[in-house]
């Protein structure tokens, strides 16, 4: 009795104790300093910044690092598209309440898990931010397949200014694959040596 009795208390601890996660850098290797909006002196889209990943794995977390040169932040819309379709708004602005003044987005990483809103934050936004507001949390990421075309899409919405995009990245945290296999087996062990009553 005392040998199962300890075989099941490992069992229904060692699964959650072991549990770890790797992170996977991915950065976007295409024409760099693509012009913010695409035909200077107008407003519209940059070209898309794509990011092809190659890697079959489930996203557990997902952060995004961009670096913006541009004469006025103000007018951005920036927006991540997944290979699946699902699509959210990292920032922009109400311009009927909201406008400022500022230059650049400098090493900013939108975070869900950040202490600061990047609407509490000021340009050129250097640090660790949650993105835009609650519906648009990177969290809605979670469980999906990494592989395929990742899309980073900017609107710049006024004429006279202008930028360029100067670098993209994706940082994913997924578990080890060894992890997920203890797992599936510590959940199967624990489900065997669970009693089974009878009528």
């Given at each position: 009795?005392?040998?199962?009795?300890?075989?099941?208390?490992?069992?229904?601890?060692?699964?959650?104790?072991?549990?770890?996660?790797?992170?996977?850098?991915?950065?976007?290797?295409?024409?760099?300093?693509?012009?913010?909006?695409?035909?200077?002196?107008?407003?519209?889209?940059?070209?898309?910044?794509?990011?092809?990943?190659?890697?079959?794995?489930?996203?557990?977390?997902?952060?995004?690092?961009?670096?913006?040169?541009?004469?006025?932040?103000?007018?951005?819309?920036?927006?991540?598209?997944?290979?699946?379709?699902?699509?959210i708004?990292?920032?922009?602005?109400?311009?009927?309440?909201?406008?400022?003044?500022?230059?650049?987005?400098?090493?900013?990483?939108?975070?869900?898990?950040?202490?600061?809103?990047?609407?509490?934050?000021?340009?050129?936004?250097?640090?660790?931010?949650?993105?835009?507001?609650?519906?648009?949390?990177?969290?809605?990421?979670?469980?999906?397949?990494?592989?395929?075309s990742?899309?980073?899409?900017?609107?710049?919405?006024?004429?006279?200014?202008?930028?360029?995009l100067?670098?993209?990245?994706?940082?994913?945290?997924?578990?080890?694959?060894a992890?997920?296999?203890?797992?599936?087996?510590g959940?199967?062990?624990?489900?065997?040596?669970?009693?089974?009553?009878?009528?």
């Open positions: 009795m005392r040998g199962g009795a300890a075989i099941l208390v490992i069992v229904m601890v060692s699964p959650f104790a072991v549990f770890a996660a790797q992170a996977n850098i991915y950065s976007y290797g295409g024409d760099f300093n693509l012009p913010i909006p695409t035909q200077q002196k107008s407003l519209g889209w940059m070209d898309d910044a794509v990011i092809e990943i190659p890697d079959c794995h489930i996203i557990t977390d997902l952060d995004v690092k961009i670096s913006v040169k541009h004469t006025n932040v103000f007018d951005l819309q920036i927006f991540l598209q997944s290979p699946a379709g699902t699509l708004c990292l920032n922009k602005y109400n311009p009927f309440n909201e406008f400022f003044i500022g230059e650049n987005y400098t090493n900013t990483i939108f975070d869900d898990e950040a202490g600061l809103g990047i609407k509490k934050a000021k340009a050129p936004f250097t640090g660790r931010f949650k993105p835009f507001n609650s519906p648009y949390k990177l969290s809605v990421f979670d469980g999906e397949q990494a592989m395929g990742w899309r980073l899409k900017i609107y710049d919405g006024w004429a006279f200014d202008s930028g360029q100067e670098s993209f990245e994706l940082m994913i945290t997924n578990p080890e694959p992890t997920v296999l203890l797992l599936i087996l959940v199967a062990l624990v489900m065997a040596f669970r009693p089974h009553h009878t009528a």
